[in-house]
């Protein structure tokens, strides 16, 4: 799974992000004897992008996702906060 890049066309930050994101998970939990929990193997099995906003200005409307071609970098507007 790739995690996306994000501009923000507010204030130019390619770099400070709040991401809320809902995701769902498998792993497999081990309990000690003495009931202590270990997890191990987490797998993602499906990640939702909720909300991005701009750590900097503070903009959700302004974040668009960027992606990366053989061309070049090019932006793809998504409008987080839907």
């Known amino acids: 799974m790739t995690t996306p890049r994000y501009r923000c066309t507010a204030c130019g ?3 400070r992000f709040d991401v809320t994101t ?3 998970e498998k ?3 081990h309990y ?3 009931g ?3 997890i191990e193997d987490p ?3 499906k990640m939702t992008v909720e909300e991005v ?3 900097w200005c503070g903009h959700g409307r302004a974040v ?3 992606r990366d071609d053989t061309t070049g970098t090019d932006a793809v507007p998504e409008e987080a906060g839907q």
């Open 64 to 66: 668009e996702e960027l």
């Open 53 to 55: 906003s701009c750590r």
């Open 36 to 38: 202590d929990l270990t």
């Open 43 to 45: 797998t993602v099995l």
């Open 13 to 15: 930050n390619l770099t």
């Open 22 to 24: 809902t995701t769902t």
């Open 27 to 29: 792993a497999f939990y």
């Open 32 to 34: 000690s004897v003495g």
